[in-house]
């Protein structure tokens, strides 16, 4: 499993630098073009060796599932094979350069913490309702990750064009199907936040009872702005129109919110 960890971070790490490399001035578009397919080649590289490190760590009996670490592992993957389908689909290239190094975080994270958990005031994850509230929540890291990308890029890319430093290459997304981009992400995710909450919950009040809520008031309370941001992306824009920079924001809010929930577990850890 080591040899595959340090094999999946070189071509993390590979991958980030080929996103990271300037562009020569003018260059072609088809050439930038190549550029990105071939940091793409590298990142899918990373991925599948990543799936390879977690195939090992469930050999050796640390499922995905065996703790926050090993499913902040979980959620990396899903947001780098995410953002490669989705640049592949959506000619969205560069969402691969932002998401590249949260794939070799999650990775670390999970190799170094392994089957690390927490579970006081809770039991360990066995049961139905257990899985399936981490089965959701590492759905829904992973879909945040993405949806944050998007947005991150969004505002990057709006705030270029703004300086007049930036403008659409044939062929190419525009910053209008950027913002589609975003908005339909962030639809995708806010029922996985939403049943995640409502998984989280029940199976605390099921382990101990409604004063168990008491004793996890800030995963509760930053799970709920998350979940206030992303249904505020939706609700204002169906109701008042708002899309763009505003929603952008909110959803790397929402973003925010969700790592923080991890960190807590993590520090309790």
């Given at each position: 499993m080591l040899v595959l960890f340090i094999l999946a971070s070189l071509a993390y790490g590979a991958a980030i630098f080929a996103y990271a490399?300037?562009?020569?001035?003018?260059?072609?578009?088809?050439?930038?073009?190549?550029?990105?397919?071939?940091?793409?080649?590298?990142?899918?590289?990373?991925?599948?060796?990543?799936?390879?490190?977690?195939?090992?760590?469930?050999?050796?009996?640390?499922?995905?599932?065996?703790?926050?670490?090993?499913?902040?592992s979980f959620g990396a993957l899903i947001a780098v094979v995410g953002a490669l389908v989705v640049g592949r689909i959506r000619r969205a290239g560069t969402l691969g350069a932002i998401v590249a190094p949260v794939g070799l975080l999650g990775l670390s994270i999970g190799v170094m913490f392994g089957a690390t958990g927490v579970h006081d005031p809770l039991p360990a994850p066995t049961g139905a309702l257990a899985k399936a509230h981490i089965g959701l929540a590492t759905a829904g890291l992973g879909g945040f990750t993405i949806a944050a990308g998007i947005a991150a890029l969004y505002l990057t890319m709006d705030r270029r064009l703004r300086l007049k430093r930036w403008k659409p290459q044939p062929g190419g997304l525009s910053l209008t199907g950027l913002e589609r981009l975003h908005y339909h992400a962030v639809m995708l995710v806010a029922p996985v936040l939403t049943l995640t909450i409502v998984t989280g919950v029940l199976w605390t009040v099921k382990s101990g009872g409604?004063?168990?809520?008491?004793?996890?008031?800030?995963?509760?309370?930053?799970?709920?702005?998350?979940?206030?941001?992303?249904?505020?992306?939706?609700?204002?824009?169906?109701?008042?129109?708002?899309?763009?920079?505003?929603?952008?924001?909110?959803?790397?809010?929402?973003?925010?919110?969700?790592?923080?929930?991890?960190?807590?577990?993590?520090?309790?850890?």
């Open positions: 490399l300037d562009p020569p001035a003018g260059e072609a578009h088809a050439n930038a073009m190549h550029r990105e397919t071939r940091a793409a080649i590298l990142l899918a590289i990373a991925a599948a060796l990543h799936v390879a490190c977690i195939g090992a760590q469930c050999v050796a009996g640390e499922h995905p599932f065996g703790s926050v670490f090993l499913a902040t409604v004063a168990a809520i008491g004793g996890r008031w800030i995963e509760v309370l930053m799970a709920a702005a998350a979940w206030l941001c992303s249904a505020a992306i939706l609700v204002m824009r169906a109701t008042l129109g708002v899309r763009g920079r505003k929603s952008a924001l909110l959803t790397l809010a929402a973003f925010a919110c969700t790592l923080l929930v991890l960190v807590w577990y993590g520090v309790r850890a």
